[in-house]
């Protein structure tokens, strides 16, 4: 079946360090997204990516880095800039220019932790 | 600018009982709109989507929305609640702004179904 993986599901950093979040998709869907979940604040955009080797901040980007060298994969660094990084973060994919009227397909998540 | 207000972060019903979930929108063009439904530690799954066709939207679930353009509304109902509806909702607004197609995230509404 088609679908998005996230990997790991759960996921501890400690201060200063740098962790990758992987996001994988067979749905062969050109764009992918970022976001972040915080409990009460629904969901924040953090990066896309319309098309392979190139990608836009969204409304969150300070602290994190993403990359975009396979339409397959779309893998978030969260850097040790980024301040307060414990959340649940969601990928997620659509076709381009479809997202608006037809949605996104969610990954089931990585929920990260500093520790 | 866009925006969308979820009234409630918590609703509780009894089994059997009337699900009625709101949210309200702002959009200066027509907007999609769109529920998705996120079960405890899980992405979010599409439940249905409004797009500029019928006002009333059947989802998935026994979930139906009605978008009511004078009242800026597209709340969520379900005429009996089941114990396996207890979940997070999220509504969701897409327009074209001068960025081009954006989706905007409500807070969410979690939904508690006693027995």
């Known amino acids: 079946d088609g679908g998005i993986t996230q990997s790991p599901k759960y996921l501890f950093r400690k201060e200063g360090q740098n962790v990758t979040l992987s996001c994988e998709q067979n749905l062969n869907h050109d764009a992918m997204y970022w976001y972040r979940q915080d409990p009460g604040q629904g969901l924040r955009l953090i990066y896309y990516?319309?098309?392979?080797?190139?990608?836009q901040k969204g409304d969150i980007a300070e602290g994190y880095s993403v990359s975009r060298e396979k339409k397959e994969s779309f893998p978030l660094t969260v850097t040790s800039a980024q301040k307060n990084p414990t959340a649940f973060y969601l990928c997620?994919?659509?076709?381009?220019?479809?997202?608006?009227?037809?949605?996104?397909?969610f990954g089931s998540g990585t929920r990260l932790t500093v520790v | 600018a866009q925006s969308v207000t979820q009234l409630g972060s918590h609703v509780s019903v009894s089994e059997g009982a009337l699900v009625l979930l709101r949210c309200n929108y702002s959009?200066?063009?027509?907007?999609?709109l769109f529920w998705y439904v996120q079960y405890p530690n899980q992405g979010l799954q599409l439940l249905l989507k409004y797009t500029s066709a019928a006002t009333l939207v059947k989802g998935i679930n026994g979930f139906e929305a009605e978008f009511k353009k004078s009242e800026t509304s597209f709340h969520l109902t379900k005429p009996s609640a089941h114990m396996s509806d207890a979940a997070e909702y999220f509504c969701?607004?897409?327009?074209?702004?001068?960025?081009?197609?954006?989706?905007?995230f409500g807070a969410g509404t979690r939904l508690f179904v006693k027995a």
């Open positions: 969701a607004v897409s327009d074209r702004g001068t960025g081009g197609f954006k989706t905007i």
């Open positions: 997620a994919s659509s076709v381009p220019g479809t997202a608006t009227n037809y949605g996104y397909t």
């Open positions: 959009s200066s063009v027509p907007p999609y």
């Open positions: 990516s319309q098309i392979v080797n190139d990608f």
